[in-house]
């Protein structure tokens, strides 16, 4: 399902949901088992939110004045968890908010009922996995979705089981280019709420690095845990604050080129590191057919990409920041 759409330039965010389905792994039989074993492999539900591509984007992206996270809690004042303005108006506008969460929601729980009865009443349930991920200003956007999301599919800050016993829906977040997108007290709050979440960053991208507000006035302070990708194909997992320093400092000082913030410079990255560490290989045991017809397709949507831009008559249509 698309939302916010008015036509396919002004989409914002893209929701889909995979239903359930059985593994069926071939034994050696015996006389007391059966030759396979099926094993139920529950179903996911996954939300995407673009980043920017149009004027009010823009706007949004420059309102970095921190307004408190509904709902408002901690004291004193300064204490209180807060966040980017323009991003949480982003999330809350134009009934984003509500269509994401309608679906999300709806489908979560429709394939938890689906797990559980698939398990026979058995308390062993491998939970549902709802993904959120995001590009730039939409990176910030998934924060506050998963944040919301997290809590009313888990009904709650500390419940992580239904009624039945069975774990409750678990939100992954993955960002791309994210800026950083409210205080140390927000941040802390939604590394509890949200702790499977990772920020990718490529090397020379300055967005990540902004709002800039270095230890002021509890400044702004990135989520999750972080991977530095470059596209030499080098990776560095779990940064040391001063590695990111000084990554920091260097972008902030000399800038960066558009692409590295573009969705294509990300994918040039990835692919790089995948490569260097021989996952596009087939003889490699980490290489997957997937990863691998993956990697195909979207080579082949580069040279779509090339090809259209170099001839302004041709019928394709390129979407902003469709790179």
Known sequence: EFYNRKDLNTVRCLCFAVGGHYD??????????????????????????????TFRNVVADAKALRIPHPPKRGVPFWSQPAVHHGFLDAWRGDKLKESVMEFVLRHAN??????????????????????????????????????????????????????????????????????????????????????NCWNVINDNDIVPAVPHTPGVLRGYRRHGRSVIICEDGSIVVKPSRKKKLEREKRVLKLGSAVTAHETGGYRRSLRAVFEKEGMLNPDDERSTPELRALDERLGHLDAIITEARADPNRSIKILPGAT
């Open 110 to 195: 429709e394939l938890q009922k689906e797990a559980e009865e698939a398990a026979a009443g058995s308390s062993n349930v491998s939970p549902i996995v709802v993904d959120v991920s995001g590009h730039s200003l939409g990176g910030s956007i998934a924060v506050l979705a998963s944040y919301d999301l997290a809590l009313a599919l888990r009904g709650g800050k500390k419940a992580k089981k239904s009624s039945s016993g069975a774990a409750k829906p678990e939100v992954r977040l993955y960002t791309f280019g994210c800026p950083r997108t409210g205080n140390i007290s927000f941040t802390q709050d939604f590394n509890r709420v949200v702790p």
């Open 24 to 53: 069926v792994i071939p034994e050696k039989a015996t006389e007391d088992s059966s030759p396979t074993t099926k094993t139920f492999v529950p179903g996911t539900v996954r939300v995407f939110f673009r980043g920017t591509d």
